[in-house]
């Protein structure tokens, strides 16, 4: 079992940045896709982004491309999430996980296809 840890969380202005980092320990993320996920009070966990095991590829929700970008380092078993000109309706618990199993695509992004979570980091975004 992999343990995934995020940290950057915190408090930005509108029209800030903030970099999130996954640190995962136990089991390799090498060869998994993984995904970054986000949930406001009040709402469902929604999917954010999603890269290949390579990182060659990567998929993103509507509402963030253009603005985010995630990466990773396989040699520092971490995923990124730099975040970009962030609006207050980004304000959420961020999640990182890690696909249930090396086959999935970075498409495959319901709650279900992913087996391993972190506790999340919390991003503040004021007007």
């Known amino acids: 079992q992999v343990q995934l840890v995020e940290s950057g969380g915190g408090l930005v202005q509108a029209g800030g940045s903030l970099r999130l980092s996954c640190a995962a320990s136990g089991r390799t993320i090498t060869y998994y896709n993984m995904g970054w996920f986000r949930q406001a009070p009040g709402k469902e966990r929604e999917f954010v982004a999603t890269i290949n095991w390579s990182g060659e590829s990567r998929y993103y929700a509507d509402s963030v491309s253009g603005r985010f970008t995630i990466s990773r380092d396989n040699a520092k078993s971490t995923v990124y999430l730099q975040m970009n000109s962030l609006k207050p309706e980004d304000t959420a618990a961020y999640y990182c996980?890690?696909?249930?199993?090396?086959?999935?695509?970075?498409?495959?992004?319901?709650?279900?296809?992913?087996?391993?979570w972190g506790q999340g980091t919390q991003v503040t975004v004021s007007s």
């Open positions: 996980a890690q696909q249930t199993g090396a086959s999935g695509t970075i498409w495959d992004v319901s709650l279900a296809d992913f087996g391993s």
